[in-house]
């Protein structure tokens, strides 16, 4: 079952492409600068959550209220 030197070219150059075409994708997924940028959105977004921002606020509070008691002590 022999297979045409024409055709398995063509089957070499399509697999070639498909390749490089996942490298490339790869290669944009793998930027760090991108990750970077997405990380910062996520964390961006969760700040804004009520649930997480009113307790960050109360314990940034705290700590203020402790700082300042400790500092006329």
Do not use: H
């Not at 063509?10 to 994708?25: F, K, M, P, V």
């Not at 990380?39 to 961006?44: E, F």
């Amino acid at each position: 079952m022999a297979r045409n030197p024409d055709a398995i070219e063509r089957e070499i150059e399509r697999s070639r492409t498909a390749l490089a075409g996942t490298i490339d994708q790869l290669a944009v997924r793998a930027n760090p600068q991108r990750l970077a940028d997405n990380a910062k959105t996520s964390v961006q977004a969760k700040l804004e959550e009520p649930k997480v921002k009113f307790p960050l606020i109360g314990a940034g509070a705290l700590i203020a209220v402790l700082l300042v008691r400790k500092l006329i002590r």
